[in-house]
């Protein structure tokens, strides 16, 4: 990442945002791997032919591609604005200034919750880039960090 | 505020009527098609009067209903209205949350001097106010209290715009009014009434596509036209290519017509004051402080002969479409002014104007040639391969389209504003506030990774802004530079 040199270097995501990624990856590939079982055992194709490449492919997306995942997102929190990178192919990086943000979320889902992590969510007035979410943060970050922004906010921009 | 004023307090009871009147109206045409689907069933004038007797009785009665369920109250801190015939809905909306102010008067409405009062929140179509319908005295007078009450919280506004009062910024004459018309060319109107009069055909008199018919009308000789063969033909083409321009043409200029009639644009202390309709007269006043961005739209005939179009972006809604028209059909030295009291300024010969990355378009036009290929590979192994060149023909015409569009986009930022120019055959220019923007957005695909630019997304209130194809170095300082004039900006100057 060459091109990121000249910037703050970012703040990387929980780790154990990397479990839940595999969680989530997992629950996808499951119907398919149940799916490809069928095939197999209804005997079709010679043996193999279904369920090794399924397989092969639903490791890949469990093990391999949550890593690369976690490694393309991040964020930096600054003195008066929050920066979030995110994606692997799509890749985007947003910066909200704080004195811009309308209101901010603090959520966690069942999943997040098992791994004591939480998304951030603040809204802007904006058509675009409403609201910017940053998931993976440890529970207890993401609440410092949604009072040091909601400090910035002095009053309302609109 | 007095106590009588904090009692709930019900909307014009002739509003009542208008109701009625419209919801009639939007039943009508399911009506009548039920009522022809079951002509057979039911063919006698006593079950159509029935009919017409129910429907005017259910649009009666609901709407009376609905004016009877209907209160609101003007409090001291908000606006209540509690609605709802069966299930109640009570929404409040503070001052400070309301965007602007309009009033509608439809044409009934207009006759008995009601109007539907409007209370913009920028939260999108449905969530707003409306009190349909009161006096429009009274509307006016709500609406003056909204401004003074947005006054009263937000004092600085009141010193910014600080300028001679009612002063008529555009208007537009009969004259050119008619000649907007001309270039508003409909050929939507054309197909629908092309497409009415094949549907309805059994309503006419005669037969629409009947040749002969026509002939006789024109009474032009049998045996005439007989000899001419060929030539009547390429009259008929012209006979129907004159009736369609016609057709395109009325619609064009009564469309025009019926919505920018009067059409006045004024500055007044509190903001931009915009009055149109011919039977629907609207009347919008937009705080200038809320004013985010602005649209030049021109299209390519039009811009030939210097006409412009120029729209306010904010969070306000107007009548459907996301942003005001403050000048639909102007010459640039006309919208200049208007722009300058918007505090902004159009991109002048002093504008240092940026290009895109050429290696986004040059990524465009193969991916675009990769949509006749598909057809021309499936052509090439049918019957006839040699009609697969066909589609191949597509390929220069879209790169061409890339070549123009990379000829026409440009992009610039300036101390206080950002600029910027796309389109293909006619450009439109958008012109945002530096310091009005939200969040800045750096986004890149796959192909733009490879080819080191991206897409810088502007957050801007009421719309959207984005420069596309610029390399990525100079997207990184565009947006630190944004980044740092709203960093730098105190809030109380923004409200």
Known sequence: MDDQDEERALTPLHPNHVKLLRVQAALMALPVTVAALVLEIAGLLPTGAIIVPVLLSAAWVILRVPLRRHAARGYDMGSDRLRVVRGLWFHSDTVVPFGRVQHIDLSQRPLERAFGLATLTVHTAGTHNSSVSLPGLAQADAAAMREAIRAHIKRETL | ?495
């Open chain 2, 1 to 495: 505020m007095t106590g009588a004023a904090l009692a709930p307090r019900r909307t014009a009871p002739l509003g009542v009527l208008v109701g009625a009147v419209s919801s009639i109206r939007q039943s009508v045409f399911p009506a009548a098609a039920g009522a022809y689907g079951l002509r057979e069933a039911f063919g006698n004038l006593a079950f159509v009067a029935a009919f017409a007797l129910l429907l005017l009785v259910i649009g009666g009665v609901g709407s009376f209903l609905k004016w009877w369920r209907t209160t609101y109250v003007v409090g001291a801190e908000d606006i209540r209205l509690e609605s709802g015939v069966l299930s109640r809905a009570a929404r409040s909306v503070p001052y400070e949350r309301i965007q602007d102010v309009s009033l509608e008067q439809p044409l009934l409405a207009r006759l008995l001097g009601l109007a539907a009062v409007k209370f913009e929140t920028g939260a999108g179509g449905k969530d707003e106010l409306t009190l349909a319908y009161l006096p429009l005295a009274e509307g006016a007078r709500l609406r003056e209290l909204v401004r003074d009450r947005k006054d009263d919280a937000v004092p600085a506004v009141a010193a910014a715009a600080a300028e001679p009062a009612g002063q008529v910024l555009f208007a537009m004459s009969p004259k050119r009014l008619a000649l907007f018309g001309l270039f508003e060319f409909s050929l939507a109107a054309v197909a629908v009434a092309l497409g009415a009069a094949q549907q309805l055909d059994f309503l006419l008199p005669f037969d629409v596509w009947d040749w002969d018919h026509w002939r006789e009308v024109l009474d032009v000789p049998t045996h005439r036209i007989a000899e001419l063969g060929p030539l009547v033909q390429a009259f008929a083409a012209l006979v129907i290519l004159l009736a369609v321009s016609v057709i395109g043409v009325t619609t064009g200029v009564v469309r025009t017509i019926m919505r920018d009639w009067g059409f006045v644009l004024e500055r007044t202390a509190k903001g931009f004051r915009r009055r149109r309709g011919l039977f629907n007269k609207s009347d919008v006043v937009m705080p200038a402080h809320r004013v985010q961005a602005l649209q030049l739209r021109t299209r390519w005939l039009r811009r030939r002969f210097g006409w412009q179009g120029l729209k306010f972006v904010s969070l306000a809604q107007d009548q459907g479409s996301g942003s005001h028209a403050v000048a639909p059909f102007a010459q640039l030295d006309e919208i200049d002014p208007i722009v300058r009291a918007a505090g902004f300024a159009l991109p002048d010969a002093a504008t240092d104007w940026h290009r895109p990355a050429r290696r986004a378009f040059i990524d465009r036009a193969v991916l675009s040639a990769a949509i006749p290929l598909a057809p021309a590979v499936g052509l090439a192994f049918s019957p006839e391969p040699l009609l697969a060149v066909v589609p191949l023909l597509a390929i220069p015409l879209l790169a061409l389209r890339q070549v123009f569009l990379w000829h026409r986009a440009r992009h610039a930022i300036d101390e206080r504003h950002v600029y910027a120019s796309h389109g293909w055959l006619a450009p439109r220019i958008d012109v945002a506030s530096r310091v009005k923007l939200q969040s800045v957005e750096i986004a890149q695909g796959p192909l733009a990774r490879r080819g080191g630019y991206a897409t810088l997304h502007l957050g801007l209130a009421g719309g959207t802004l984005a420069f596309h194809a610029v390399p990525l170095a100079e997207a990184r300082r565009m947006r630190d530079a944004v980044l740092d004039s709203i960093a730098r900006l105190d809030f109380s100057q923004l409200s």
